[in-house]
Protein backbone atom coordinates (compact mmCIF):
# COMPACT_ATOMS: atom_id res chain seq x y z
CA UNK A 1 0.00 0.00 0.00
CA UNK A 2 2.41 2.54 0.91
CA UNK A 3 4.54 1.71 -2.30
CA UNK A 4 1.59 2.56 -4.16
CA UNK A 5 0.58 6.03 -2.43
CA UNK A 6 4.26 6.63 -3.21
CA UNK A 7 3.63 5.98 -6.82
CA UNK A 8 0.65 7.95 -6.72
CA UNK A 9 1.90 11.04 -5.46
CA UNK A 10 4.90 10.93 -7.85
CA UNK A 11 2.61 10.41 -10.95
CA UNK A 12 0.17 13.55 -9.44
CA UNK A 13 3.63 15.67 -8.97
CA UNK A 14 4.72 15.11 -12.93
CA UNK A 15 0.82 15.97 -13.70
CA UNK A 16 1.55 18.72 -12.01
CA UNK A 17 4.55 20.10 -13.84
CA UNK A 18 3.63 19.27 -17.13
CA UNK A 19 0.52 21.20 -16.36
CA UNK A 20 2.55 23.91 -15.49
CA UNK A 21 4.73 24.07 -18.58
CA UNK A 22 1.86 23.92 -20.80
CA UNK A 23 0.07 27.03 -19.26
CA UNK A 24 3.20 28.65 -19.24
CA UNK A 25 3.65 28.62 -22.93
CA UNK A 26 0.33 30.85 -23.01
CA UNK A 27 0.97 33.31 -20.16
CA UNK A 28 1.89 37.04 -20.51
CA UNK A 29 5.82 37.55 -20.48
CA UNK A 30 6.76 40.08 -18.21
CA UNK A 31 7.73 43.95 -20.23
CA UNK A 32 10.69 44.18 -17.40
CA UNK A 33 14.26 44.44 -17.88
CA UNK A 34 17.09 44.23 -16.16
CA UNK A 35 18.51 47.68 -17.00
CA UNK A 36 15.34 49.09 -15.42
CA UNK A 37 16.32 48.17 -11.84
CA UNK A 38 17.04 51.32 -9.92
CA UNK A 39 20.76 50.94 -8.95
CA UNK A 40 21.94 53.06 -5.83
CA UNK A 41 24.68 55.45 -6.90
CA UNK A 42 28.44 55.16 -5.30
CA UNK A 43 27.65 57.11 -2.24
CA UNK A 44 24.55 55.31 -1.36
CA UNK A 45 26.19 51.69 -1.66
CA UNK A 46 29.32 52.82 0.38
CA UNK A 47 27.22 54.26 2.99
CA UNK A 48 25.31 50.93 3.54
CA UNK A 49 28.27 48.65 3.63
CA UNK A 50 29.63 51.31 6.66
CA UNK A 51 26.40 50.43 8.23
CA UNK A 52 26.52 46.50 7.92
CA UNK A 53 26.58 45.29 11.91
CA UNK A 54 29.56 43.03 12.69
CA UNK A 55 29.09 39.32 13.72
CA UNK A 56 31.26 36.72 15.65
CA UNK A 57 33.02 39.62 17.56
CA UNK A 58 33.87 37.71 20.09
CA UNK A 59 35.02 34.72 18.17
CA UNK A 60 36.79 37.37 16.08
CA UNK A 61 38.53 39.20 19.40
CA UNK A 62 39.72 35.69 20.22
CA UNK A 63 41.21 34.71 16.76
CA UNK A 64 43.05 38.20 16.44
CA UNK A 65 44.13 37.67 19.79
CA UNK A 66 46.07 34.47 19.25
CA UNK A 67 47.81 35.85 16.76
CA UNK A 68 49.13 38.95 19.06
CA UNK A 69 50.55 35.64 20.87
CA UNK A 70 52.71 34.92 18.12
CA UNK A 71 54.46 38.15 17.33
CA UNK A 72 57.45 37.10 19.40
CA UNK A 73 58.10 34.25 16.93
CA UNK A 74 57.31 37.01 14.21
CA UNK A 75 59.78 38.80 15.43
CA UNK A 76 62.69 36.12 15.92
CA UNK A 77 61.68 35.20 12.22
CA UNK A 78 62.71 38.58 10.72
CA UNK A 79 65.80 38.76 12.79
CA UNK A 80 66.57 34.79 11.30
CA UNK A 81 66.41 36.77 7.83
CA UNK A 82 63.06 35.61 6.70
CA UNK A 83 60.04 37.30 5.47
CA UNK A 84 56.59 37.11 6.51
CA UNK A 85 53.57 36.52 3.90
CA UNK A 86 50.18 36.80 5.82
CA UNK A 87 47.31 35.39 4.40
CA UNK A 88 43.94 34.79 4.84
CA UNK A 89 40.11 35.69 4.40
CA UNK A 90 39.45 39.40 5.70
CA UNK A 91 41.68 42.44 5.98
CA UNK A 92 45.01 42.06 7.47
CA UNK A 93 46.01 46.12 7.72
CA UNK A 94 44.98 46.37 10.97
CA UNK A 95 46.97 43.29 12.24
CA UNK A 96 49.86 43.85 10.55
CA UNK A 97 50.23 47.84 11.87
CA UNK A 98 49.64 46.83 15.26
CA UNK A 99 52.43 44.13 15.25
CA UNK A 100 54.81 46.72 13.90
CA UNK A 101 54.00 49.20 16.51
CA UNK A 102 53.88 47.08 19.27
CA UNK A 103 56.83 44.39 18.51
CA UNK A 104 58.74 46.39 15.86
CA UNK A 105 59.53 49.61 17.66
CA UNK A 106 63.44 49.36 18.03
CA UNK A 107 63.25 49.02 14.27
CA UNK A 108 62.54 51.48 12.08
CA UNK A 109 59.38 50.78 9.85
CA UNK A 110 58.20 52.03 6.47
CA UNK A 111 54.78 51.44 5.42
CA UNK A 112 53.60 50.42 1.36
CA UNK A 113 50.19 50.54 1.02
CA UNK A 114 50.09 48.24 -2.08
CA UNK A 115 45.95 48.44 -2.42
CA UNK A 116 46.67 52.22 -4.33
CA UNK A 117 46.30 52.21 -8.00
CA UNK A 118 49.82 54.11 -8.53
CA UNK A 119 53.27 53.79 -6.25
CA UNK A 120 56.32 54.84 -6.71
CA UNK A 121 58.87 52.47 -5.70
CA UNK A 122 61.79 54.16 -6.19
CA UNK A 123 60.43 56.99 -3.86
CA UNK A 124 60.00 53.88 -1.24
CA UNK A 125 63.67 52.56 -1.80
CA UNK A 126 64.74 56.28 -1.34
CA UNK A 127 62.65 56.52 1.94
CA UNK A 128 64.29 53.16 3.39
CA UNK A 129 67.85 54.05 2.54
CA UNK A 130 67.33 57.58 4.66
CA UNK A 131 65.78 55.33 7.78
CA UNK A 132 69.18 53.21 7.03
CA UNK A 133 71.54 56.12 6.78
CA UNK A 134 69.89 57.47 10.30
CA UNK A 135 69.70 53.80 11.77
CA UNK A 136 73.70 53.78 11.40
CA UNK A 137 74.30 57.33 12.74
CA UNK A 138 72.90 55.80 16.13
CA UNK A 139 74.09 52.73 15.94
CA UNK A 140 77.53 54.03 15.62
CA UNK A 141 79.04 56.50 18.17
CA UNK A 142 82.09 58.17 15.46
CA UNK A 143 80.01 59.24 12.40
CA UNK A 144 83.24 58.95 10.67
CA UNK A 145 83.02 55.61 10.22
CA UNK A 146 79.49 56.13 8.59
CA UNK A 147 79.68 55.32 4.67
CA UNK A 148 80.02 58.82 2.72
CA UNK A 149 77.44 59.26 0.72
CA UNK A 150 78.73 61.34 -2.30
CA UNK A 151 74.92 62.60 -3.82
CA UNK A 152 71.52 62.52 -2.24
CA UNK A 153 69.55 59.47 -2.38
CA UNK A 154 66.85 60.76 -4.58
CA UNK A 155 69.63 61.35 -7.43
CA UNK A 156 70.65 58.07 -7.67
CA UNK A 157 69.17 55.36 -9.10
CA UNK A 158 67.75 52.28 -8.24
CA UNK A 159 70.40 49.69 -8.08
CA UNK A 160 72.60 52.69 -6.28
CA UNK A 161 69.58 52.37 -3.44
CA UNK A 162 69.44 48.60 -3.75
CA UNK A 163 73.39 48.44 -3.32
CA UNK A 164 73.17 50.77 -0.71
CA UNK A 165 70.83 48.91 1.58
CA UNK A 166 72.63 45.67 0.95
CA UNK A 167 75.79 47.22 1.96
CA UNK A 168 78.23 46.36 4.58
CA UNK A 169 77.33 49.67 7.36
CA UNK A 170 77.34 48.12 10.13
CA UNK A 171 78.57 44.92 12.25
CA UNK A 172 75.30 44.05 13.90
CA UNK A 173 73.53 41.73 12.06
CA UNK A 174 70.23 43.04 13.60
CA UNK A 175 70.45 46.70 12.54
CA UNK A 176 68.01 46.47 9.88
CA UNK A 177 64.61 48.69 8.18
CA UNK A 178 61.62 46.69 7.90
CA UNK A 179 59.14 46.91 5.71
CA UNK A 180 55.53 46.44 5.74
CA UNK A 181 53.89 45.87 2.65
CA UNK A 182 49.63 45.89 2.31
CA UNK A 183 48.44 44.10 -0.71
CA UNK A 184 51.83 43.24 -2.34
CA UNK A 185 49.52 41.90 -5.17
CA UNK A 186 47.93 45.02 -5.03
CA UNK A 187 46.90 46.92 -8.46
CA UNK A 188 50.30 49.25 -7.79
CA UNK A 189 52.84 46.58 -7.05
CA UNK A 190 51.87 43.53 -9.64
CA UNK A 191 53.71 44.33 -12.53
CA UNK A 192 56.59 41.98 -13.29
CA UNK A 193 59.54 44.89 -13.18
CA UNK A 194 57.67 46.30 -9.40
CA UNK A 195 58.26 43.25 -7.93
CA UNK A 196 61.62 41.99 -9.25
CA UNK A 197 62.71 45.35 -7.77
CA UNK A 198 60.67 44.49 -4.58
CA UNK A 199 62.18 41.07 -4.31
CA UNK A 200 65.84 42.53 -5.22
CA UNK A 201 65.13 45.16 -2.05
CA UNK A 202 63.96 41.52 0.48
CA UNK A 203 67.15 40.03 -0.45
CA UNK A 204 69.03 43.15 1.16
CA UNK A 205 71.35 42.26 4.06
CA UNK A 206 69.44 45.43 5.93
CA UNK A 207 66.14 44.75 4.99
CA UNK A 208 63.44 43.09 6.31
CA UNK A 209 59.59 42.38 4.59
CA UNK A 210 56.24 41.98 6.16
CA UNK A 211 53.56 41.63 3.76
CA UNK A 212 50.25 40.88 2.90
CA UNK A 213 48.03 39.20 0.03
CA UNK A 214 44.67 39.04 -0.75
CA UNK A 215 44.91 37.50 -4.18
CA UNK A 216 44.53 33.92 -4.72
CA UNK A 217 46.75 33.84 -7.49
CA UNK A 218 49.40 36.30 -5.82
CA UNK A 219 52.17 33.47 -5.86
CA UNK A 220 52.20 33.53 -9.67
CA UNK A 221 53.95 36.64 -9.60
CA UNK A 222 56.96 34.76 -8.08
CA UNK A 223 59.20 31.98 -9.48
CA UNK A 224 60.64 29.92 -7.55
CA UNK A 225 64.19 31.82 -6.91
CA UNK A 226 62.09 34.84 -5.49
CA UNK A 227 59.83 32.64 -3.26
CA UNK A 228 62.94 30.56 -1.65
CA UNK A 229 66.16 32.47 -2.39
CA UNK A 230 65.01 36.39 -1.73
CA UNK A 231 61.54 36.95 -0.56
CA UNK A 232 62.44 34.07 1.42
CA UNK A 233 58.81 33.75 2.40
CA UNK A 234 57.86 32.39 5.77
CA UNK A 235 53.99 32.13 5.06
CA UNK A 236 51.07 32.68 8.10
CA UNK A 237 47.31 31.64 7.77
CA UNK A 238 45.76 34.89 9.46
CA UNK A 239 42.31 35.39 8.30
CA UNK A 240 41.03 38.16 10.50
CA UNK A 241 37.41 38.24 8.99
CA UNK A 242 37.76 42.29 9.13
CA UNK A 243 36.12 43.93 6.25
CA UNK A 244 38.26 45.62 3.56
CA UNK A 245 36.84 49.46 4.21
CA UNK A 246 40.09 50.84 3.34
CA UNK A 247 41.21 48.89 0.74
CA UNK A 248 37.82 48.77 -1.26
CA UNK A 249 37.70 53.03 -1.62
CA UNK A 250 40.42 52.34 -4.20
CA UNK A 251 38.36 49.82 -5.90
CA UNK A 252 35.37 50.58 -7.86
CA UNK A 253 32.52 49.00 -7.33
CA UNK A 254 30.64 46.54 -9.23
CA UNK A 255 26.53 47.59 -8.43
CA UNK A 256 26.57 51.04 -9.65
CA UNK A 257 24.17 53.17 -12.05
CA UNK A 258 24.45 51.72 -15.16
CA UNK A 259 28.35 50.68 -14.47
CA UNK A 260 29.49 54.19 -15.70
CA UNK A 261 31.74 55.27 -12.50
CA UNK A 262 33.06 51.54 -12.96
CA UNK A 263 33.77 52.09 -16.76
CA UNK A 264 35.38 55.33 -16.29
CA UNK A 265 37.73 54.30 -13.41
CA UNK A 266 38.42 51.07 -15.67
CA UNK A 267 39.71 53.03 -18.65
CA UNK A 268 41.40 55.76 -16.67
CA UNK A 269 43.80 53.01 -15.41
CA UNK A 270 43.80 51.26 -18.24
CA UNK A 271 44.92 54.25 -20.63
CA UNK A 272 47.93 55.30 -17.89
CA UNK A 273 49.31 52.15 -18.79
CA UNK A 274 49.90 53.30 -22.19
CA UNK A 275 52.12 54.76 -24.43
CA UNK A 276 51.74 58.63 -24.86
CA UNK A 277 50.70 58.53 -28.52
CA UNK A 278 48.35 55.69 -27.74
CA UNK A 279 46.15 57.75 -25.10
CA UNK A 280 46.44 61.05 -28.02
CA UNK A 281 44.76 58.73 -30.52
CA UNK A 282 42.12 57.61 -27.79
CA UNK A 283 41.65 60.82 -27.41
CA UNK A 284 41.04 61.75 -30.83
CA UNK A 285 38.62 58.93 -31.46
CA UNK A 286 36.55 60.16 -28.22
CA UNK A 287 36.35 63.81 -29.16
CA UNK A 288 34.85 62.44 -32.27
CA UNK A 289 32.24 60.44 -30.70
CA UNK A 290 31.41 63.55 -28.68
CA UNK A 291 31.18 65.72 -31.94
CA UNK A 292 29.27 63.21 -33.50
CA UNK A 293 26.71 61.32 -31.18
CA UNK A 294 24.66 60.19 -33.93
CA UNK A 295 27.07 58.28 -36.01
CA UNK A 296 27.69 54.44 -36.22
CA UNK A 297 31.58 55.85 -35.18
CA UNK A 298 34.73 57.00 -36.49
CA UNK A 299 35.41 55.48 -39.86
CA UNK A 300 38.98 53.48 -39.19
CA UNK A 301 40.37 55.95 -42.96
CA UNK A 302 39.20 59.13 -40.77
CA UNK A 303 41.10 58.18 -37.80
CA UNK A 304 44.11 57.31 -39.22
CA UNK A 305 44.19 60.53 -42.12
CA UNK A 306 43.49 62.38 -38.18
CA UNK A 307 46.02 60.63 -36.67
CA UNK A 308 48.60 61.23 -39.42
CA UNK A 309 48.17 64.56 -39.87
CA UNK A 310 48.86 65.02 -35.96
CA UNK A 311 51.85 63.38 -36.16
CA UNK A 312 50.43 60.62 -33.35
CA UNK A 313 51.08 57.38 -36.11
CA UNK A 314 53.81 57.18 -38.68
CA UNK A 315 51.94 54.37 -41.16
CA UNK A 316 48.61 51.89 -40.82
CA UNK A 317 50.36 49.51 -38.72
CA UNK A 318 51.32 51.39 -35.73
CA UNK A 319 47.32 52.62 -35.69
CA UNK A 320 46.43 48.85 -35.86
CA UNK A 321 48.83 47.90 -32.87
CA UNK A 322 47.02 50.67 -30.91
CA UNK A 323 43.65 49.59 -31.65
CA UNK A 324 44.96 46.06 -30.98
CA UNK A 325 45.98 46.98 -27.60
CA UNK A 326 42.31 48.97 -27.30
CA UNK A 327 39.96 46.13 -28.32
CA UNK A 328 42.19 43.56 -25.58
CA UNK A 329 40.98 46.15 -22.78
CA UNK A 330 37.44 46.30 -24.57
CA UNK A 331 38.11 50.44 -24.80
CA UNK A 332 37.02 50.20 -28.49
CA UNK A 333 35.10 47.94 -30.55
CA UNK A 334 33.59 47.98 -34.22
CA UNK A 335 30.95 47.88 -35.82
CA UNK A 336 29.78 48.56 -39.58
CA UNK A 337 27.37 52.00 -40.47
CA UNK A 338 24.09 51.66 -43.32
CA UNK A 339 27.15 52.06 -46.19
CA UNK A 340 28.79 48.85 -44.84
CA UNK A 341 32.01 51.10 -43.26
CA UNK A 342 33.50 49.67 -40.52
CA UNK A 343 33.80 52.23 -37.87
CA UNK A 344 35.05 52.58 -34.60
CA UNK A 345 33.15 53.52 -31.55
CA UNK A 346 33.94 54.14 -27.55
CA UNK A 347 31.14 51.83 -25.66
CA UNK A 348 31.16 54.15 -22.85
CA UNK A 349 28.09 57.21 -22.04
CA UNK A 350 28.75 60.66 -23.24
CA UNK A 351 29.11 61.66 -19.77
CA UNK A 352 31.96 59.07 -19.39
CA UNK A 353 33.78 60.00 -21.96
CA UNK A 354 33.72 63.27 -21.15
CA UNK A 355 35.10 62.91 -17.58
CA UNK A 356 37.62 60.36 -18.74
CA UNK A 357 39.01 63.09 -21.32
CA UNK A 358 38.48 65.46 -17.92
CA UNK A 359 41.00 63.12 -16.16
CA UNK A 360 43.61 62.60 -19.11
CA UNK A 361 43.74 66.19 -19.29
CA UNK A 362 44.81 66.67 -15.77
Known amino acids: ?61 ALIGSYKSSYKEWVFKLRCN ?16 DFASTSLTEYPVIVVNGYLQTINIKHVLISMA ?24 NSKSVDDLLLFLDGPHAKEKDSFVCVLVHNI ?19 CFHVRIVASIDNVNAPLLWDKKMVHTQFNWWWHHVPTFSPYNIEGTFYPLILLHGGSVQSSKTAA ?28 GMPVNNLYST ?56
Open 1 to 61: MENNDDDEEELEFSRNYFLAKELGRYGKKSTHKLCDIGVVTEEELREATRKLEPKHEKEVK
Open 82 to 97: FGLLMYGFGSKKALLE
Open 130 to 153: DLLLDLMKTKRKSAKSLPKVEQAF
Open 185 to 203: DGPGLRDSDTQQILARMAA
Open 269 to 296: IVLQSLTPNAQSVFKVLAEYQLAHPDEQ
Open 307 to 362: CRERFLVSSQITLNSHLTEFKDHQLVKTRRDPDGQECLYIPLAGETIEKLLLEMSQ
